[in-house]
Structures are given as C-alpha cells and as structure tokens.
C-alpha cells in the first residue's frame, strides 16, 4: 500500500531517498553585504538572514570570483566559492549546505546547468547532466533529443505539486530518429517530478528510442483520480493529441504506464477508454503498472489499520514513522475526495477503483479483458515486515495478484504479473521494493514491440 507523499523541506523522489531541493526558483531581492555594501541575490530572504562576499564588486554587485557565505542567526547556513555576475552564481562553482551536502558545476543566474554532480548527506551523489537545476540522468546522445513542452494550461488545481511556485504545465519526450513507430507514456508518482521519472527510467527510455518509441512524460503527479480531477484528464487528452498531430504516432500505438500513483492513473485511464470512449482521446494498445494500488477501499482500510496497530508505538525507525504519514495521508485525502470511508460510500469507491475485489465482476477492471496488461510487484514480505511493520494483507501485491487473476479467468491471457522478488531498489542503491527498477527494460521493450508490430 505503498504510495508517494511530499514534505515541506525534502523533496521525496521516488527513485532517489531524500533529495533536498538545491535550486533557486522562488522568487527573491538583492541584499546588501553590510560590510562591503556589494549587492548579492537571495531567495526567501528574511531578516534572519545575512551574507558576507570575500571578492570584488562591479556596478554595486558582486562579481568575479571569490567567496560567497550566508548565515542564519549569525550562524553559516550555506557558502559558494566561484564565479558571480551581477550579484548571482555564474560560472563554475560550489555550494557546499552545511549538514546537507554539496552541489558543484555550472551555474547561470543559480541554476545548475550541464555537467554537475550532487553530493546529499545521505551519501547520495548524482554526477551527471543538469537541465534547469534538475538531474536527467540521459547518455548526452539522448540529451540532445530530450524536449521540454510547455503548453497552454494552468495549474490551477495543484495536479503537478514539484514545481514551487509555477502553474505551468508541461510535458517531456525522447524523439528518437527516424520514423516513430509507437509511444510510450510514463506518469509520475504521487508527489514525483517528471524529471525523476527521466533518471529512474533511463535504460528503458533509450532503449525505446533505438526501437523508435517516443517516451512522454507529462507533468501530472497529484493522483485524485481521473473521474474526479477534470483538468488532469483534459491536460493529459490534450497532451496526447499533440503528439499525434505533431510525432504522426498513431493513435493505436500507444503504450501507457506508471508507477505508484501514476500506474493508478494509466490503469484508469486505459478502463475509461472502453468504458467510457468519448472521455479519452486514444485507447491504449497496452497498460502496465508498477506496484500501484488498485483497489481504493483496500488502500483505505490498510492505512487505517496501520494507524491503529503502529501510531501510539514509540522508538519507530524513520522508515515506519514515514509509512505511518503515508497511511495518515492517505486516510484523510479519501476522506477529503469521497466523502468518508469505505463502508460509507461503498459505490463512490467502487467507481474510481481500478479493481474491486468485493465486486464479483472486478468493478472496473472488466474493462481490461481485451488488451494486454502487466503489473510489476516485489512481494517481499521480509521487507515489509522489518521495514514498514506490515504484512501481506497490507501489500499491493494482494490485491495486483487478485486482480489479474480475474483478468486471466476471464478470458484475458495476455494479462501479466511479473514477480520482480528481490529487484527493487533505488538510485543510491538503497533496497525498497517499491521501485521503478521493478521493470526490466530489455524485456518491457520486447513485450512492447510485439504489441506494437501486431
């Protein structure tokens, strides 16, 4: 029952443990240093805050090398040593966060730009190519054929929560050369930026651009619900007929999935394009999932549970104190959506379910007997108990299990689930079977293309 939460100061990406949000993206003011008066850009300035620059000023700013220090409270917070112009890093140069890690490369206005590399005081280094201070952890050959595209909408109900201040809404693709023959779809998880979905994805997305797949990943990764978020489900239409004008990929040839939260929503959207044809600009040729929750009364009742067996338990690891905030989110955000809980609005979870176990002919996942489906899942009960203090009750494995169990006794044999026991991990190398890596690229491409050349 594994699903993605963001905190305040620690952006939680999926692939990654916590990474701290090192870019500058906020809105800011020059301040002065008050013993040399040279003016320096700072972002969420408070009185608090001081700097000192050990370095020479031009115009009344800083610029050209030296040494850049904030303080808090008199106390060092953050120090910079490179280049500045105009008052901001530009040029090479490094922060080091006091207790928080490093950050070096090249910076224009602040912003880590190409080659850089990120050391965390988890011990996570991410050395590699920077693109507006986000890691895309793409061989530079697929850089180049990486493109960012904004697009017309607004954000105006928070269904893209990793962008600070923004609300425009975007989506990424990986061109490959030639002529495209089909394209892949990967949503986020709960709380996921695109970029993350790049860099956990980076072997089976350049493996699909050699076999003439384009990869899109859209800016969607607040999971309400495609039948309760009306803007998610325009924005992502819309999306998908852009690259069918724009790519001439035929509307047939597309293969949705995600993970998580975001495999909730491929899932979903792919029921809705049989079930409910005219609210869906294409219909998937295939689906997969990885370890998403599919049925919502389920998901419910096991973070209830959860916070019943474990919220008054002291001395609880990081790891169980982070399990019992997702069970906690969760209960009051389906609380917020439907109204209340399970057993009092029976039909409304029935109805955004992706499977229901308690509905003899699987709620919606009836729609999914006619094309292939994959679910991806390390069942490793070990884990979950030392780690999260659950069981196989609480996993999604049961319900993934049950879920294409009914799909297969109802005549779909192209229905699939991939026990990946022992392969989920994250980028630092940590152990979590909820993870992207549950997907091997070489044989998910494989499977593609044989639904793709049909």
């Known amino acids: ?13 999926i692939c990654f ?11 800011g003011a020059y301040v002065h ?63 080091t966060y006091v207790g928080n890690g490093e950050s070096e490369g090249n910076f224009i206005d602040g912003i880590l730009q190409g080659r850089g590399k990120r050391i965390f005081a988890t011990g996570l280094k991410l050395e590699g190519n920077y693109i507006d201070d986000e890691f895309l952890n793409l061989d530079e050959s697929y850089l180049k054929q990486l493109k960012k595209h904004k697009t017309v909408f607004l954000d105006s109900t928070d269904i893209y929560i990793s962008d600070g201040n923004s609300k425009s809404l975007f989506y990424y693709t990986v061109i490959p050369k030639g002529n495209v023959n089909g394209a892949l779809v990967l949503l986020p998880s709960s709380g996921e930026n695109a970029e993350s979905v790049i860099s956990c994805n980076k072997a089976l997305i350049q493996a699909a651009s050699e076999k003439s797949i384009l990869m899109i990943v859209p800016s969607i990764n607040n999971d309400r619900g495609l039948d309760d978020d009306q803007l998610a489900l325009d924005f992502f239409n819309a999306i998908l007929n852009e690259v069918v004008v724009k790519y001439k990929v035929a509307k047939n040839k597309f293969i949705i999935g995600g993970f998580s939260g975001g495999g909730m929503l491929a899932l979903r959207y792919t029921e809705m394009s049989r079930d409910k044809s005219d609210k869906t600009y294409i219909s998937p040729a295939a689906v997969f999932g990885v370890d998403p929750p599919v049925d ?89 108990l030392k780690e999260r203090n659950r069981d196989y009750y609480d996993m999604n494995a049961a319900n993934l299990s049950a879920m294409i169990n009914f799909l297969n006794l109802n005549g779909n044999k192209e229905a699939e689930f991939i026990s990946a026991i022992g392969k989920g991990y994250r980028l630092d190398g940590a152990r979590h079977p909820h993870s992207w890596s549950l997907v091997e690229p070489i044989d998910c491409i494989n499977w593609m293309l044989r639904i793709l050349n049909k």
């Open 33 to 95: 240093d008050v013993v040399t008066g040279c003016k320096i850009w700072a972002e969420n300035y408070s009185q608090k805050d001081s700097v000192t620059w050990k370095g020479t000023c031009k115009g009344g700013y800083a610029d050209g090398s030296g040494i850049l220090i904030w303080y808090k409270n008199g106390k060092e917070t953050t120090s910079y040593v490179g280049i500045m112009q105009k008052g901001k890093p530009n040029g090479h140069g490094k922060y």
């Open 17 to 27: 443990n916590s990474l701290i949000s090192f870019g500058q993206k906020a809105t």
């Open 296 to 384: 919502l009364a389920g998901l419910y009742n096991t973070s209830k549970r959860d916070l019943i067996m474990n919220s008054d338990r002291t001395g609880l690891s990081s790891g169980k104190m982070n399990g019992l905030r997702e069970a906690k989110w969760i209960v009051e955000k389906y609380d917020k959506i439907y109204g209340g809980a399970p057993d009092q609005y029976p039909k409304r979870y029935i109805q955004c379910s992706m499977y229901s176990r308690s509905q003899k002919d699987g709620g919606n996942a009836r729609f999914l007997n006619d094309l292939p489906v994959r679910v991806y899942c390390d069942p490793d009960i070990l884990w979950a």
């Open 1 to 13: 029952m594994i699903l993605r939460f963001t905190k305040s100061v620690f952006t939680l990406i």
